[in-house]
């Protein structure tokens, strides 16, 4: 067998056990019970907001609606962290509307903190004495049910954190290739019941999209304090919730919750580019991920085209692999997986960005640089 064909077989192999490893996901993860009910303790949803005109509104709506299935005392809890876009003026419309809706002003973040970190510890601090803190994103909408299904999955899981996943919105090309690998990505590498009960950073997937964490486990692990530099502090926060004793992880949240992250390619590139950096800790992580990504999706698939049997059985086993994945998340199951490898690609080309940018100093979002002392 010449040294290609080896490549090739061994990119198959890699890619039939990330199937297999998918599959067992599809099975475990956990989902929400939609008419489950939660134990009537207080909760504070707590939504940091940053020129979010397009989206405050209709947040604050559905976040309100939900509130309104839960049992015990409940708030939202709004915290406008320096918009310059007009979403100050409405979330003052908001709150002379809702007496349940809180509108806090941020201060301004202090030097060795992020942004987001900063106004979510904001949030944290006047949301006590809650029970249960539920940080939101503005560009999430929940359905109904939601926070009665994520509070009651919570205690009945025995957690201390869960992430339900949201289905994620594309249109679009880039939104299309890109988004989907969101969900894609944990569930075909990450084994879900082993990160429950491991304490181990390389174990651990979040999405502060939809975050929900019982208080006392937050105050243990040093809340947001903890994470005040990472730009990816959903990841950094589970990973203090698990060092400080805790367990969390992330689950199946397509019917509690919807998210439309971007639009259009511009603003999928300066998405990613603030975090991909930080996403596989640090240039050597990344190329080893990315390598071993390609060699299982991208090196088949190549082969696949050039005749290879070994590498449409390896292209068959990923597109497999999304399928399954956009079938168990309520993501599009047909065509878009079968251009898996491409994403693959663009998610290579976007972390390559995202490290160049950082190199050069020139990462920013939403008018901030997205590095503590930057």
Known sequence: MTRSGVVVRTGTALALASLALTVDNARRVRRPDA????RPESLAVLVPVRDEAANVEDCVAAALSALDAWPGPARLLVLDDGSTDGTSALLRHLAARHDRLEVLAGAPTPAGWLGKPWACHQLARAARPADLLVFLDADVRLAPHALT??????????LDLVCPYPRQLTSGVAERLVQPLLQWSWMSTLPLGPAERSSRPSLTAANGQLLAVDATAYDRAGGHAAVRGDVLEDLALLRAVKTSGGRGVVTEGSTLATC???????????????????????????VGVLGLLGLAHVVPAAAALRGSRAGAIGWAAGVASRVVVARTTGGRAWPDPLAHPVSVVALALLTGDSLVGRRRGRLRWKGRAVEAGR
């Open 35 to 38: 008419g489950a009910t939660p």
């Open 260 to 286: 439309r992250m971007y639009d259009g390619w511009r603003a999928v590139r300066a998405g990613y580019g603030k975090s991909l950096w930080a996403a596989f800790g640090g240039p050597a992580g990344a």
């Open 149 to 158: 299904a994520t509070g009651a999955q919570v205690r009945d899981s025995g």
